[in-house]
Structures are given as C-alpha cells and as structure tokens.
C-alpha cells in the first residue's frame, strides 16, 4: 500500500480482513471524531467511551457502506446516532429532562476563558443545533454533508447553524 | 466558516484544550482489543453453529448411509466410506483456508 492511501482503499482493505487498514481509518479520524462528541454529548467524559462505540460499530457495519469514500461522513452518522442514544439513556435513567445542560457544566473542567465561555453557550443550544454547529462552524463541514450525517433536511440544518451562530454570538459577545 | 470569523477563536481555544493528540495509541489499542475479542466472540459462535449442523446432518444421514453400505458388496462400501471422508476432509480444509475476513460480515453482537 502506498504512503498515503484513500479512505476508500482502506476500507477496501479492512473489509477483506486487514486489521491494519482498520487501524489507519481509526489514526485517522479518531480525532476530529472525539473532538465532536466532546461538542455534543451531555456528558463530555462519555464522548471517548462513545467514540470507541462508534468505531466498533463501523467495524461491524463496513460491509453494509456503498460508498467506500463517504466512509468519514458515515462515521461521523455513526458517532452522533451512538451520541443520542447514549443521550436518552442518560436522561431516561436520571429521569432529568433538562440533564443536557446540567451535566455539561458539571463534568467538563476547561481551563481558559474561551473554552469555558464556549462551553457554556454550547450548552445553551439544543441537541441538534449544536450538533450542527459542531460540524458546520467547528469542523468545516459542508450544510449537505451535515444534512447526511445528521439525517436531517438540508434546510433544518441551515437554520440550525444560523440560529446556532446567531445564539453563540449573542451568548459570547462577539457580535 | 470565515478565517476573520468571531467564534474561530473560540472554538481553536476549546480544540486546544481538549488536547486531543493526531495519533492516540492508547485509544486505537483499545479499541482493536476491543474487535479482536468480538471477532473472537463472532468465530467461536460461527463454528458452534457449523459444528451443530454438521452433527445434525450427519445424525439424520446416518441411518440411510449404514443401510446403503451395509446392502452394497464390501468393496463398494469401503470406496463410498473413503470418498466420503476426503470429501469432508477437503471441504473443511478449504473452508479454514479460506476464512480470513469472513468474520466481519457478521453483527451478532
């Protein structure tokens, strides 16, 4: 295999069996993967635990993925369908409807300013807004690629980010 | 998003932090720790399904073969006996050759 190889390749490759194909997709985009769920999850301590699931489950499910080179935005699907579920469990078992937010403060811990003022107006949006703020503004995702990975109309997730960006800038007093 | 964008920087602080590293051996040898011991889970469960329906077949096919061999003249029997066996020997011969990969298809667990 050549130095750098295409998602797509790789795939091609961990679906025939090779463990160290897989183990490139996951040097690959474990980070910006992680990096989301830690944007989304009620509980940012979860977002690692989350993310193993998300990657197991990819490994599972690589034989059912047409396009070999959508494999980032399908795991990305992945990661935030494991994140919802991970979330309806937590508040179904602390029966707390508005554990999202709750948790959120408690359990992240940042040390700057920024982060922690980010953390908070975070913590402000709803699940989906901040989902699509997430990807859309923080990962550089496009709003159709967002649209897929989130399963949502192309419109919703527009609105989302716009709504998302207009609350995040009031909130921080960057507008 | 803009590179004079506002919340840039907040969210380059926040990425900062999280100091999430580009490679994280820790968390990829856990996570394949985690697929070997499913793949483990999913293979022993693929041959105890196998095993059982080769018991099965050969439990209901026995009857029907002792009859057969025992009504044949001697020879013919020990022929039929020994093609058998290499036909099964060959059989689960290629299917261990061949194996490799085959366990990701399955989602049992």
Redesign the interface.
Same mark, same amino acid.
């Given at each position: 295999m050549s130095g750098d190889p295409t998602d797509a390749a790789l795939v091609a490759a961990a679906r025939s069996g090779s463990d160290a194909a897989f183990s490139r997709l996951v040097d690959r985009y474990q980070q910006p993967v992680r990096l989301f769920l830690r944007r989304v999850c009620i509980n940012p301590a979860d977002a690692d635990d989350i993310a193993q699931d998300a990657f197991l489950a990819a490994w599972s499910k690589l034989r059912t993925l047409r396009e070999s080179e959508q494999f980032k935005s399908w795991l990305f699907s992945l990661a935030w369908n494991k994140a919802r579920m991970a979330a309806r469990t937590a508040v179904r078992g602390r029966e707390r409807d508005t554990a999202w937010q709750g948790e959120r403060s408690v359990t992240a811990e940042p040390q700057t300013e920024m982060a922690i003022a980010l953390n908070q107006a975070l913590s402000q949006l709803s699940e989906d807004q901040r989902a699509a703020v997430a990807l859309c503004l923080a990962g550089g995702w496009s709003h159709a690629d967002v649209a897929r990975i989130l399963e949502m109309p192309l419109g919703t997730v527009k609105s989302h980010v716009l709504r998302g960006r207009q609350r995040l800038e009031t909130i921080l007093g960057v507008k | 998003?803009r590179a004079d964008?506002? *919340?840039q920087?907040?969210?380059q602080?926040?990425?900062?932090? #999280?100091a999430?590293?580009?490679?994280?051996r820790v968390?990829?040898a856990? *996570?394949?720790s985690?697929?070997a011991a499913?793949r483990f889970r999913v293979e022993l469960l693929v041959r105890l399904v196998i095993g059982f329906a080769l018991a099965i077949a050969i439990g209901t096919s026995l009857p029907v073969l002792s009859t057969a061999i025992l009504q044949s003249p001697a020879e013919i029997g020990m022929v039929a006996i020994s093609l058998v066996a290499s036909g099964i020997v060959a059989f689960l011969g290629h299917a261990w050759i061949s194996r /490799? /990969? #085959?366990?990701?298809?399955f989602?049992l667990f």
């Open positions: - | 998003m964008d506002p *919340l920087a907040f969210f602080a926040e990425e900062t932090e #999280q999430i590293p580009a490679v994280d968390f990829k856990e *996570l394949m985690r697929i499913r /490799g /990969g #085959q366990a990701a298809r989602n």
